[in-house]
C-alpha cells in the first residue's frame, strides 16, 4: 500500500510536491514545513506525531 501524496497543506493550502519538504501523521494527515513548526509536529486531527514525508523519485 502506498502512501496517498496529498499536494496541498491542509492548513494552510499551500501547494505541495511529491518531492518537496511535507510532514505526516500516520492517517496522512499533510502539512507544510512551516505549519508542521507552528504546531510543534503535533496532528491537529488526530493528535498523533507529524514526521518527515518521505519523497519519491521523479519519474
Known amino acids: 500500500m ?3 501524496m496529498r499536494e496541498i ?3 494552510c493550502e499551500v501547494s505541495l510536491t ?3 519538504p511535507a510532514s505526516i501523521c500516520s492517517y496522512e494527515c ?3 514545513a512551516d505549519c508542521t513548526e ?3 509536529a503535533d496532528c491537529p ?3 498523533g ?3 518527515v514525508r518521505p519523497r519519491r ?3
Open 2 to 4: 502506498a502512501l496517498e
Open 9 to 11: 497543506c491542509e492548513r
Open 18 to 20: 511529491a518531492d518537496g
Open 30 to 32: 499533510t502539512f507544510c
Open 38 to 40: 507552528a504546531m510543534a
Open 45 to 47: 486531527n488526530c493528535g
Open 49 to 51: 506525531e507529524l514526521v
Open 57 to 59: 523519485k521523479a519519474a
